[in-house]
C-alpha cells in the first residue's frame, strides 16, 4: 500500500475547504461570544473514564483507545467533547451561578453513522451550565439558530423532542438497563416490528403507547395527540407543555416534533433538538443537534444543569456557499529596502501579498491576483490594477 494512502473515511482538507472552513470557525466563535460564551480548549485525548462516565454505549463504541506509556492508564481519544466541557465546569471552574462555555476542535470516531460521513469531525459547540428553566434551553435554540445564519445557512427548520416523555411511558414497567436501551434503538428507527417483540411482556397501556410514540412525528398538532392518545402523568405533561413553550417563541422558522427521536449519545435528560437546512441535494440536512443532560456533570462531583448543542464544521462546509476569495497583490521578489517597506505596509494593513519567486513569475495564481505592485518612473512603489 502507498505511503500516502490514508485510513477509510480520514482525509486531507485542501486549501479552498480549509479556508471557508477556517471563515466559518472565526464566525461560529464569534457568535457565541456575542452571547457571552467563553472559549475553552479540552484536550483531544485524556482518560477514558473520564471521557466516558455516565454517556452510555454508542460513544463507547465510537471512541478510540490507547495505553499511556507514562502511567498504564487506558486513555481515549475523545469522541464528543460535552463531557469533557461538563468536567471543566465542574471539576475547574467551579462557579456557583451561570457559565457559558464555547469550544471548537477535532474529534475522532471509530466509525462512521452514515455514508460519507467524516471519522475526524471538527466540533463546534457551547454549553449552558447552571440554569435548570426553560430560558437556558431557549437560549441554546436561538443561539444554534444564530450560528447557522451567520454562516449563510437559510430557511431552518427546528425539531423538537423531550427524553422525558419516554421516560413516562416506560415509567410503569420499571425496567433494567439493557433492556430500556433497547427500547430506546427501536425508537430511534422506528422499528415496529422489533418494539412490538420487545414490548409484548409489557402492561397493555405501556406496549401501545411505545407504538404509538413510532406514529408522533409532525407539526405541532402533534403534542395535542399525544395528550390524547399517551397515558396523562405529571412528568409527560410537563415535558409536552415544556416542548408547547418552546415552539411558541420561535417565529422565523418551522417547528416539527418527534417524539421518538432518540438519536445521538445517552446523556440526554430532557429536551432535545435539531436544525435542519435543505442539502445541495434538495433534501432536509441536520447540521446541528442539541438539547438539555443534566446529569453529564455528576461523576465529577457536580451535578449542574446543562444545555447545549454541537455541530460539525466539516459537514457545515458542504451546505453554505463559500465568501469570495479577496483578491490579492502580486509582488516581485527583492531586497530593495523600499519594495519590502512598501510589501509590509501593504500587509500590515490587511492586504495579502504574494511575492513571485523568481523563475516561478509565470505559475497559477492561486490567490487570483487582481493588482502589482510595481515600481514608478520616481522609484516609488505603488499598487496598480492587472
Keep these: 500500500m502507498s505511503a500516502w494512502v490514508l485510513p477509510d473515511h480520514i482525509a486531507d482538507v485542501l486549501p479552498s475547504e480549509a479556508r471557508h472552513i477556517e471563515e466559518l470557525r472565526r464566525g461560529l466563535l464569534d457568535t457565541a461570544r456575542s452571547y457571552g460564551y467563553e472559549l475553552v480548549m479540552p484536550p483531544l485525548v485524556e482518560h477514558l473514564d473520564s471521557l466516558l462516565t455516565g454517556t452510555g454505549e454508542a460513544l463507547d463504541l465510537m471512541t478510540f483507545k490507547l495505553v499511556d506509556q507514562l502511567s498504564g492508564r487506558t486513555l481515549g481519544l475523545r469522541a464528543d467533547s460535552t463531557p469533557q466541557v461538563a468536567r471543566i465546569d465542574a471539576h475547574l471552574l467551579n462557579r456557583q451561578g451561570v457559565a457559558r462555555l464555547s469550544y471548537c476542535g477535532p474529534v475522532v470516531h471509530t466509525r462512521i453513522d452514515r455514508p460519507l460521513a467524516s471519522r475526524e469531525p471538527l466540533q463546534f459547540g457551547a454549553e449552558l451550565f447552571g440554569h435548570a428553566g426553560l430560558e437556558a434551553d431557549l437560549e441554546v435554540v436561538e ?18 423532542a423531550d427524553v422525558r416523555v419516554i421516560d413516562a411511558v416506560l415509567a410503569p414497567a420499571a ?4 433492556r430500556t436501551h433497547r427500547i430506546h434503538v427501536a425508537l430511534a428507527i422506528k422499528d415496529v416490528a422489533g418494539l412490538d417483540e420487545l414490548a ?3 402492561p397493555p397501556c405501556v406496549r401501545e403507547d411505545l407504538l404509538a410514540l413510532t406514529r408522533l412525528f409532525g407539526g405541532l398538532e402533534v403534542l395535542d395527540q399525544a395528550r390524547e392518545l399517551l397515558q396523562p402523568s405529571p412528568a409527560l405533561h410537563q415535558a409536552l407543555d415544556n416542548l408547547a413553550w418552546l415552539a411558541a417563541q420561535i417565529s422565523d422558522m418551522a417547528v416539527s416534533i418527534d417524539l421518538a427521536d432518540l438519536r445521538g449519545y445517552a446523556y440526554y435528560t430532557g429536551m432535545r433538538f435539531a436544525l435542519f437546512a435543505r442539502g445541495r441535494g434538495g433534501e432536509p440536512e441536520e447540521l446541528a443537534r442539541g438539547g438539555r443532560y443534566d ?5 465529577f462531583g457536580r451535578k449542574r444543569p446543562a444545555v447545549g448543542f454541537s455541530l460539525d464544521l466539516k459537514e457545515l462546509v458542504g451546505a453554505v456557499a463559500p ?13 530593495d529596502a523600499g519594495l519590502r517597506a512598501a510589501i509590509a505596509a501593504l500587509r500590515a494593513d490587511g492586504q495579502t501579498v504574494v511575492c513571485a519567486l523568481p523563475g516561478h513569475e509565470q505559475e497559477i495564481d492561486e490567490f487570483r491576483c487582481d493588482r502589482a505592485l510595481v515600481q ?9 490594477p492587472l
Design 143 to 160: 443561539l444554534a439558530r444564530a450560528c447557522l445564519q451567520a454562516a449563510g445557512v437559510a430557511q431552518l427548520q427546528l425539531d423538537l
Design 175 to 178: 425496567l433494567d438497563a439493557s
Design 200 to 202: 409484548h411482556d409489557l
Design 295 to 299: 446529569e453529564v456533570g455528576a461523576v
Design 323 to 335: 465568501h469570495p476569495l479577496r483578491a490579492a497583490i502580486r509582488a516581485p521578489w527583492g531586497v
Design 376 to 384: 514608478d518612473s520616481t522609484s516609488a512603489w505603488t499598487v496598480k
